[in-house]
């Protein structure tokens, strides 16, 4: 990237909890300018303490915008919306009449079907995108550097998006080190139901039935054995409960379709472990160990990768 045009551009970011705050501070480390805009003056405050920003502005719903404030998000070349789900449609709302029309706009939202369709008709030079990215933490306390190095960035724009939006957004995507896919969006939410969204249910669910054991003495003892394997398995339905529940209500659809799947299955092996059916159990235990291999074998190279 030539640093000397970059040190130009100002960035803005709305949202500035996990995602929005790691990326400020790997942008700013990139040379951009970054503008942190969220609703609350502590969140903000706390996002120029840590470096993720170099000025903000509180804009709530009720917020004015002054003269400053225009001029302020007038002078940004795109925006990255980092708010959760339901507020990225309400904050491009928002913005809207404080953005100049060729400012290009992009959310980082988990979910894209329901986002794009409201975002792209709202703003010509929307694209949607979603990096592939995360701890189980939330806030701006939890922002970190380099979080998107070596992560999968998803870009998924329509047939309008124009070129300059996608390959803007490709651009610095690829300078914070992640590696750029593109799809539809209906075939990245289709996609994550199964590597993100039902994980999440999987292991909240496995947290949940490990909490009804009813024996002190050996809820206690798992508890002290507990190590690795539960700590992974485990990982994703201890994370942030607010996100988890916005990917079941914005894909609803695709995470049913593989929540009823993974039942099926569940079921199967319930039926042949009652069973003893152990050469049956012997079989599907190797066949997952050879799929587990192969699927993550080929990840980030079997979709569009450009
Ligand atoms: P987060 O840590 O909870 O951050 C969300 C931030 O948005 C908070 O700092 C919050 O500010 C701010 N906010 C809430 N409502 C707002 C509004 N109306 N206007 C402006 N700011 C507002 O969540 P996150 O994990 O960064 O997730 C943000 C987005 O990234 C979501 O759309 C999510 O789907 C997506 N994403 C998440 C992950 C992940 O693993 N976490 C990965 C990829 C993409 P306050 O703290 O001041 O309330």
Redesign the pocket.
Same mark, same amino acid.
């Given at each position: 990237m030539n640093s000397s045009t970059e040190q130009m551009k100002t960035v803005g970011i709305?949202?500035?909890?996990?995602?929005?705050?790691s990326l400020g501070l790997d942008l700013r480390s990139h040379n951009f300018n970054v503008l942190g805009?969220?609703?609350?003056q502590?969140?903000c405050e706390k996002a120029k303490q840590i470096g993720a920003v170099d000025e903000y502005i509180v804009?709530?719903?009720n917020s004015e915008v002054d003269e400053v404030k225009t001029k302020l998000l007038q002078g940004v070349e795109i925006v990255f919306i980092? @708010?959760?789900?339901d507020? /990225?449609t309400?904050?491009l709302k928002r913005l809207i009449p404080y953005l100049l029309p060729k400012t290009i706009v992009t959310?980082?939202?988990?979910?894209k079907t329901p986002i794009v369709q409201a975002c792209s008709q709202l703003w010509d030079y929307f694209i949607g995108g979603?990096?592939?990215?995360? @701890?189980a933490r939330?806030? /701006?306390e939890?922002a970190q550097n380099d979080l998107f190095v070596g992560a999968a960035y998803v870009l998924t724009p329509t047939e309008t998006t124009p070129l300059v939006a996608r390959e803007r957004v490709e651009e610095i995507a690829r300078s914070l080190g992640s590696i750029i896919y593109t799809c539809m969006p209906e075939e990245h939410d289709r996609a994550v139901a199964w590597i993100s969204h039902l994980p999440v249910m999987v292991s909240a669910a496995l947290i949940d039935a490990c909490m009804s054991e009813t024996d002190p003495k050996v809820f206690n003892l798992a508890r002290q054995l507990a190590s690795s394997g539960f700590r992974d398995t485990s990982r994703v339905g201890g994370?942030?409960p607010?996100?988890g529940l916005?990917m079941a209500q914005y894909n609803q659809e695709n995470l049913l379709r593989s929540l009823f799947s993974y039942r099926a299955r569940l079921d199967r092996l319930i039926d042949t472990i009652k069973r003893e059916n152990w050469d049956n159990l012997e079989s599907i235990l190797e066949l997952t160990q050879r799929s587990r291999s192969e699927f993550l074998s080929s990840s980030h190279c079997s979709i569009i990768n450009s």
């Open positions: 709305v949202g500035l909890g996990l995602i929005g705050g805009i969220s609703h609350r502590e969140t804009l709530s719903e980092c @708010t959760p789900i507020k /990225i309400p904050t959310d980082v939202g988990s979910v979603h990096p592939m990215a995360g @701890t939330q806030g /701006i939890a994370g942030n607010e996100l916005m």
